[in-house]
């Protein structure tokens, strides 16, 4: 089986029972006149994540992974989207409002949608998410269950948001975690060096780190 030199110590896994996933790759945190960009962030940050996880979900869809995208987002009525979400904090379009790449954060418009470098193919599940954590409020457990899936290759924006809150609700629900360094990121340069320290800290309590170079090498 492939073992990927990590952090704290190597990440054994079984192709079969891992699924590389994909968090919430969208234009609207990635590219300007987005979600991110109105609370504030400079989202040129995140598009460096975009090349080395092309490159990854490449060599996943080689090796025959199953391969899952997230995206975080709501129905164009909001119902989905709690006040306490809505409200909160004061950016320069609130969740539903107009943008120059349609209404900001709304399951249906070009923003909420993957960027095309990662677009997923047609056999590729899509979870829509109406929050930061990708098995809340959706059938993400479920699939996983029904595929026999065990272990998760962890990607996507931002590292200490989504990443994190579905990592912590992966472990719960008894995942093995690897979070692939360069294939995640965050606005924040503190936040993406803290949060992958918290994954693979005190014997890996959320799970491992490592970066693509070397899972691609044992793919
Ligand atoms: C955020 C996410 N940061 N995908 N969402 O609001 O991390």
Redesign the pocket.
């Known amino acids: 089986m492939p073992t990927v030199d990590a952090s704290p110590y190597s990440f054994t896994f079984d192709p079969e029972s891992t699924a590389l996933l994909v ?2 790759m969208q234009r609207d ?1 990635v590219e300007p006149g987005g ?2 960009e109105t ?1 504030g962030n400079d989202v040129g940050k995140l598009q460096k994540v975009i090349p080395p996880l092309a490159r990854l979900l490449g060599a996943a869809r080689a090796a025959g992974l199953l391969v899952v995208h997230t995206r ?1 987002g709501h129905l164009p009525d909001l119902s989905d989207c709690p006040p306490a979400k809505l409200n909160r904090g004061a950016p320069s379009m609130r969740i539903g409002d107009p943008g120059p790449k349609g209404r900001i954060l709304i399951r249906g418009e070009y923003g909420h949608d993957i960027v095309d470098d990662l677009k997923p193919l047609g056999d590729e599940p899509v979870i829509d998410k109406p929050g ?1 954590g990708s098995f809340y409020a959706t059938d993400l457990g479920e699939l996983l269950a029904g595929k026999g899936v065990t272990s998760l290759i962890v990607t ?3 590292t200490e ?3 994190h809150t579905t990592v912590r609700e992966a472990n719960d629900r008894g995942f093995e975690c690897l979070v692939v360094s360069d294939c995640v990121g965050s606005y924040f340069d503190e936040f993406q060096e803290a949060g992958l320290a918290m994954i693979a800290a005190q014997g890996g309590i959320f799970g491992w780190v490592a970066p693509s170079d070397k899972l691609i090498e044992v793919m």
């Open positions: 968090i919430d945190f979600f991110g609370l975080e930061k996507g924006v931002t948001v989504c990443v």
